[in-house]
């Protein structure tokens, strides 16, 4: 196993004050103990509050921070702007997480473990202390995927997969931008090409602290949004490959 794999962390943080501080420094020790280049990259997606600020300080104390900011598009589009910087500055693996504080670090040893046999590992979320109603979008759009796209992903939309580079960068090429769900997409895609891919159950926790911007109403609209892009990108993936 190559030990000179980099890996870029990228975490898109909207309105995260609370809770920054305490992701920086969970997950900055991951890249610095595997080194060769690898960064810690948090992109605040036009925070209305001090998150930008409090990260700007904190890389003072962490050497491997990468502190990068954008006007607000939504998670979906921060995902995709952090993956293709990652790409552009040439990391191996990509691993993406929210900024939640609902997953743990310390479940990432595996993932890099088995790197160089899989090209997306991506988590199951098993034991969600999310609450119900998104569990219930989660199923719901597992029964979505198969009815667009006839694929069965038990859970498409985790915030916590390796990725490496070079795939994700030739799946980016059919995901839109703007895309809201460009995780889902990326899962969907991943498993139709038949990528090499394993979900990993891992822990999923309530939120640590702050307020979730996602409101089930908000939800439902996006899902009505997301299947009409769903049909398009499904019709678009038949003539690509």
């Not at 954008?70 to 900024?99: L, M, R, V, W």
Request: include cysteine.
């Amino acid at each position: 196993m190559s030990n000179t794999d980099s890996l870029y962390i990228v975490i898109p943080a909207y309105n995260e004050e609370e809770n920054i501080s305490a992701i920086v420094s969970d997950w900055h020790p991951v890249v610095s103990e595997i080194g060769n280049g690898s960064k810690l990259v948090v992109v605040d997606d036009g925070s209305k509050d001090s998150t930008y600020s409090k990260l700007v300080a904190l890389q003072s104390d962490y050497p491997c921070l990468t502190v990068l900011s954008k006007p607000n598009s939504g998670h979906g589009a921060t995902c995709i702007y952090a993956y293709k910087y990652a790409i552009e500055n040439h990391a191996d693996y990509i691993f993406q997480t929210d900024s939640d504080g609902q997953t743990t670090a310390s479940e990432f040893g595996i993932f890099w473990e088995n790197r160089q046999q899989y090209d997306f590992q991506i988590g199951k979320r098993i034991n969600r202390e999310d609450g119900k109603s998104r569990v219930f979008v989660t199923n719901v759009l597992r029964i979505v995927l198969w009815l667009v796209f006839g694929e069965n992903i038990a859970d498409a939309n985790t915030p916590f997969r390796l990725m490496k580079a070079a795939r994700l960068g030739a799946i980016l090429k059919v995901v839109p931008n703007d895309s809201f769900l460009s995780n889902v997409l990326i899962s969907v895609i991943a498993v139709r090409w038949k990528e090499r891919c394993i979900w990993r159950p891992i822990t999923f926790k309530a939120r640590q602290a702050g307020e979730s911007f996602i409101k089930l109403k908000k939800i439902v609209k996006i899902g009505w949004k997301a299947l009409k892009d769903f049909r398009e990108i499904n019709s678009a993936l038949k003539r690509v490959k």
